[in-house]
C-alpha cells in the first residue's frame, strides 16, 4: 500500500517568487492536513481538506494557501516568499477528518528561500 | 489556546534501561493522544495512540493516560541505540486538527 507522497523532496527559491507543493494521501484518505516544521516552532498547523474543502486553517498569512481535488490529492501554494518560510512542509492524510485517529506524514519537501 | 507542553530535552539514557518521556495538555475534554517518532532528517512516524485512561502497550512501548491530571507519557522499554530520536506528543483537542509539542530528543547511550 503506497503511503503518502510529497513532491518535490528540495526546493530551492528567491524571495518574492512563488511555489506549490503536491502531496498524495494514502489510497481512500480523504483528509489531507499541511505542517510546516522549523527548528525553533516545531510543528506548526497551516490548514486540513476534506473532500474538496478547507475545514481548519492555522494561524498564517494570507501567501499561505491550499487546495484539494476530487481525487483527493491536495496542493499548497507559499506566494511571495520570505526568508522565513523556510522550513520542512510536512504532508499528513487520515481516513476521517480531524485526526482523531492519527496522521500518516509523507516524507516533506524542504523548501530554502534565498 | 490549546497547548501540548514537552520537556524539550535532551534526554540521555544508557542502552537497556527504560526512557521515560512526558507530555502534559491544556485541555481536558481533549480525546485523542499520540506518540510520534521523528529521526533526524526525516518527516514524523506514528508508534502509539491512546484514548482512555491507562496504559497501553506495544512491544517495547508503553503509553499512560491520565485525563485528570492532562498527562500522557510514554516509555520505552530495553532501550536501543535506534531508538535515539526526538518524539513528538500529538493531541486531538476536537478542532479537527492534531496539535503537537515541540518534541524530546532521546539519545540512547551505547
Known amino acids: 500500500k503506497a503511503g503518502v507522497t510529497q513532491t518535490p523532496r528540495y526546493l530551492i527559491k528567491t524571495r518574492g517568487q512563488q511555489v506549490t507543493l503536491s502531496c498524495s494521501p494514502i489510497?481512500?484518505?480523504?483528509?489531507v492536513s499541511w505542517y510546516q516544521q522549523t527548528p525553533g516552532q516545531g510543528l506548526q498547523f497551516l490548514f486540513e481538506y476534506f473532500s474538496e474543502t478547507q475545514r481548519n486553517k492555522g494561524n498564517f498569512p494570507g501567501r499561505f494557501s491550499g487546495r484539494q481535488f476530487s481525487n483527493s490529492r491536495s496542493e499548497m501554494n507559499v506566494s511571495t516568499l520570505e526568508l522565513g518560510d523556510s522550513a520542512l512542509y510536512l504532508c499528513?492524510?487520515?481516513?476521517?477528518?480531524?485526526?482523531?485517529?492519527?496522521?500518516?506524514f509523507g516524507s516533506g519537501t524542504r523548501l530554502t528561500v534565498v | 489556546q490549546k497547548e501540548v507542553e514537552q520537556n524539550s530535552g535532551p534526554l540521555s539514557v544508557p542502552e537497556g534501561a527504560i526512557a521515560s518521556l512526558n507530555c502534559t495538555y491544556s485541555d481536558r475534554g481533549s480525546q485523542s493522544f499520540f506518540w510520534y517518532r521523528q529521526y533526524s532528517g526525516k518527516s514524523p512516524e506514528l508508534i502509539m495512540s491512546i484514548y482512555s485512561n491507562g496504559d497501553k502497550e506495544d512491544g517495547r512501548f508503553t503509553a499512560q493516560l491520565n485525563k485528570a491530571s492532562q498527562y500522557v507519557s510514554l516509555l520505552i522499554r530495553d532501550s536501543q541505540p535506534s531508538d535515539s530520536a526526538t518524539y513528538l506528543c500529538?493531541?486531538?483537542?476536537?478542532?479537527?486538527?492534531?496539535?503537537f509539542g515541540t518534541g524530546t530528543r532521546l539519545t540512547i547511550i551505547p
Open positions: 489510497s481512500g484518505h480523504r483528509s
Open positions: 499528513a492524510s487520515s481516513l476521517l477528518m480531524g485526526g482523531q485517529y492519527g496522521y500518516t
Open positions: 500529538a493531541v486531538n483537542f476536537g478542532n479537527e486538527k492534531l496539535t
